[in-house]
């Protein structure tokens, strides 16, 4: 059996790689779900690489595509959609540090300002 299936090209092209672990409870993260979209946008990710539940979502959807979400335990979610299987990467305790953690997924960056 073959190991787990590499990220399609929207997964790849817009993240690269998955980042670092969840922010510190220390740290001020002040982002959610709107603000992140409007972050993403203006940083000119294309539409189809993400996926923010309720606030960006497709309709067909993409082959591929990163996506943030509710869990059914109420934490939130981040991970890669591809060919019909969501893979959760990380969970986080509270929206502003799940939006933190797709950020830096999909950009590199630290938290946008």
């Known amino acids: 059996m073959s190991g787990p299936a590499r990220p399609g090209p929207a997964v790849r092209a817009a993240a690269g790689q998955v980042a670092g672990p969840a922010r510190s409870r220390t740290q001020e993260v002040t982002v959610d779900r709107h603000e992140l979209r409007n972050a993403l946008f203006a940083t000119g990710i294309s539409p189809d690489a993400f996926e923010l539940e309720r606030v960006h979502e497709h309709v067909p959807l993409p082959p591929d595509f990163w996506f943030l979400r509710r869990s059914a335990d109420a934490r939130w979610e981040i991970g890669a959609y ?26 590199g960056r630290p938290t946008p300002p």
């Open 82 to 107: 591809e060919r019909g299987v969501y893979d959760v990467r990380l969970a986080y305790d509270t929206e502003p540090e799940a939006c933190a953690g797709l950020w830096r997924a999909l950009t």
